[in-house]
């Protein structure tokens, strides 16, 4: 089991900045795909970002892409996603994830593949 406890959301202005952490506990966590999702009111849940646990290749959606980055620290167990330039259709609760199976080769962005999810964080961007 991996278990993933998401912070950093808040109230943030149009064109302001915002560092989500989710933090990680169970089983290595070093050998996990990682991933952010969101999921806006009346909409499905959406992929956002990704990161591969061999190399730190990274993946983004066309929507964040230039203005979101994630990264990780094996060593604190911890994924985080940079969000700068927040827009008002950034205002969703965020949620991080590990992908269902360690040691996966290939990143898949659908958020059937991603097994262990956070409670989530509420981002809420005014304009």
């Known amino acids: 089991q991996v278990q993933l406890v998401e912070s950093g959301g808040g109230l943030v202005q149009a064109g302001g900045s915002l560092r989500l952490i989710c933090a990680a506990s169970?089983?290595?966590?070093?050998?996990?795909?990682m991933g952010w999702f969101r999921q806006a009111p009346g909409k499905e849940r959406e992929f956002v970002a990704a990161?591969?646990?061999?190399?730190?290749?990274?993946y983004y959606a066309d929507s964040v892409k230039g203005r979101f980055t994630i990264s990780r620290d094996n060593a604190k167990n911890t994924v985080y996603l940079q969000m700068n330039s927040l827009k008002p259709e950034d205002t969703a609760v965020y949620y991080c994830?590990?992908?269902?199976?360690?040691?996966?080769?290939?990143?898949?962005?659908?958020?059937?593949?991603?097994?262990?999810w956070g409670r989530g964080t509420q981002v809420t961007v005014s304009s």
């Open positions: 169970g089983r290595t966590f070093s050998g996990y795909n």
């Open positions: 994830a590990a992908d269902s199976l360690s040691y996966r080769r290939a990143v898949r962005i659908t958020t059937s593949a991603f097994g262990y």
């Open positions: 990161i591969k646990w061999s190399d730190d290749t990274t």
